[in-house]
């Protein structure tokens, strides 16, 4: 018996079966073949909310949990957040290997190149309602992008998913832009091909009259380095979403549409919101022990603690607080920093967080730098989309190359009612 195999007995019928490990993992179709009659469908696994179920085999991203370790396609994040730009990331994500000087000019003019919208867009965008939240835009503003261009739908053409790819890279920072200066009431601003990709992000965002805004050089690289932070985390729940929606051949305007309002969500990237917010009610370092003791209670959550991967500090984490630092040298300090800090401290001590391995993750100390940096709340969860579309689209290029996907569609445990017949209105009570 080749001793990587698994031999399980199923004790209801004693029929025994020797299936294959490979790389720690059993496919669980093999468990297919323990039934208890010929009419079973045979043995499936329950694993709601996949805890413990691979969808794919990946190359992109290694997340080491119980580490704290996170790398881009071998490359540690630490090195990547010290030396490497949001764009080189994207390529790596995107091809596997740094690209060379020459593909690094050459795409990064086709980004920046790329970054304008159809002016059929600012009537799209100008049609919500004055307050309505940039995230809920940014998604439906994806859906509508994809109706500009329906050969999005040839996903199965390398050369159509690369122009996509790089169009969707270079607008939603537009389109995000967009949302932002449709609320504040602002006319809306183009990008400026004299402009970074980041330094366009912020020009479309914060210029005024013809002016054009010239951030400073700390802050567009604190913000480049945070979306590195957040370009890609393995098979996380908005990921998982866009591979799920990619794997029904949908094109990937309306796949990234679904995969950003999984982000919205307060566990996922709508956390970086609700820390600020939790923050704010909690108003002084006072309050915090009080806050906690709800928090133990079952009153809430503590928001930006917490992942299902990390059992250990977030590596992300500790590049935020470090690139908090830095920003906070430029704008001043935001006094909600120090909130923070204290509510980490004290968690950190606290049995409750520590037996249960909850530590900061990478929204806890994310929403007070993009607060110091001018940001308005409801703009975070759409900034981490804008650096999570690199992700985005390596994993679903991943998904449409990889021979072993099939179309998303688990199973069930069906636990309603036995057939009966329909019951007339008269007869029901
Ligand atoms: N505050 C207080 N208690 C928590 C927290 C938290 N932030 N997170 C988990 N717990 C507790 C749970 O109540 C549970 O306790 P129990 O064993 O007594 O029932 C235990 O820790 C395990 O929690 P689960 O919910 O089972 O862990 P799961 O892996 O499903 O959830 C999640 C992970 C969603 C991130 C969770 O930690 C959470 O809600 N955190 C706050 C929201 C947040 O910051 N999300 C951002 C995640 S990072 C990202 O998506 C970019």
């Known amino acids: 018996m080749s001793s990587d195999t698994l031999s399980i007995t199923d004790n209801r019928t004693n029929k025994a079966i020797e299936i294959p490990i490979d790389r720690g993992t059993v496919r669980a179709t093999d468990l297919r073949q323990l039934k208890t009659d010929e009419y079973d469908f045979g043995l499936i696994t329950y694993d709601p909310g996949y805890m413990n179920t691979g969808s794919c085999r990946s190359r992109i991203t290694f997340i080491d949990g119980d580490q704290g370790i996170l790398r881009y396609r071998g490359y540690p994040i630490e090195q990547l957040a010290e030396d490497s730009t949001h764009l080189e990331c994207s390529w790596l994500l995107l091809n596997g290997e740094l690209p060379t000087r020459s593909s690094l000019t050459s795409w990064e003019n086709q980004i920046v190149g790329n970054m304008a919208v159809n002016e059929a867009f600012k009537p799209f965008m100008s049609s919500f309602w004055h307050d309505a939240h940039p995230m809920g835009m940014v998604q439906a503003a994806l859906a509508a992008l994809g109706t500009f261009h329906p050969s999005a739908k040839k996903v199965h053409d390398r050369e159509e998913r690369q122009i996509h790819i790089r169009n969707l890279i270079a607008q939603v920072p537009t389109l995000a ?88 969500g307060p566990l996922h990237g709508g956390a970086n919101e609700a820390v600020l917010t939790m923050l704010r009610e909690i108003g002084n370092k006072e309050n915090i022990p009080e806050f906690i003791k709800g928090v133990k209670a079952g009153q809430g959550r503590l928001m930006g603690f917490g992942h299902r991967v990390y059992k250990n500090y977030d590596p992300r984490a500790r590049i935020v607080k470090r690139c908090a630092d830095e920003v906070f040298e430029v704008t001043g300090r935001n006094p909600l920093i120090e909130i923070a800090s204290e509510l980490e401290r004290i968690a950190l001590e606290d049995e409750y967080f520590i037996r249960r391995k909850l530590y900061p993750n990478v929204d806890f100390y994310s929403g007070v730098i993009y607060e110091a940096m001018g940001f308005p709340t409801e703009m975070f969860t759409v900034l981490f989309a804008v650096a999570r579309t690199v992700g985005w689209l390596a994993q679903w290029e991943e998904l449409l190359c990889d021979s072993d996907q099939k179309i998303a569609r688990p199973r069930q445990i069906y636990e309603g009612e036995e057939i009966r017949d329909y019951v007339p209105m008269e007869k029901r009570h």
Request: with cysteine.
């Open 177 to 264: 832009a967009y949302a932002y200066r449709h609320n504040a009431g602002l006319p809306y601003v183009g990008p400026d091909s004299m402009l970074s990709y980041t330094g366009n992000f912020l020009n479309m965002m914060f210029s005024r009259g013809e002016t054009r805004h010239r951030p400073h050089q700390v802050l567009e690289r604190a913000l480049d380095v945070l979306f590195i932070l957040h370009a890609d985390h393995e098979q996380n729940c908005s990921t998982s979403t866009m591979r799920m929606v990619g794997s029904a051949m949908t094109d990937p305007y309306a796949a990234l549409s679904a995969a950003s309002a999984a982000l919205y």
